[in-house]
């Protein structure tokens, strides 16, 4: 299933999810690993949500690793992401 979600940060609790990475030989996957209760990603995101893109931007080919990830979501406000949902 693939969710386009729309985020915005909210005071004192952020977007209120973590992001991980998982290798597999030469790729590399980020999914999600944490959602926090009652913040702005515990409406759309579940835990082990694959990450596509963020901000229309594919993150194997814009992120060189998780700290890159990590900082551009700290300086955003609002985000739109690209993940995929396994049930």
């Not at 992001?19 to 995101?45: H, M, N, R, W």
């Not at 082990?48 to 979501?73: A, T, W």
């Not at 739109?80 to 396994?86: D, K, Q, S, T, Y």
């Amino acid at each position: 299933l693939v969710r386009n979600v729309s985020l915005c940060k909210w005071p004192q609790v952020g977007f209120g999810f973590r992001v991980a990475k998982q290798s597999f030989g030469t790729d590399d996957i980020y999914f999600i690993c944490e959602v926090q209760p009652d913040s702005p990603a515990s409406f759309a995101l579940q835990l082990g949500d694959i990450l596509i893109e963020i901000d229309d931007m594919n993150i194997n080919e814009r992120f060189s690793n998780l700290d890159e990830i990590n900082d551009y979501l700290n300086k955003k406000e609002s985000l739109h992401l690209l993940a995929i949902h396994e049930s």
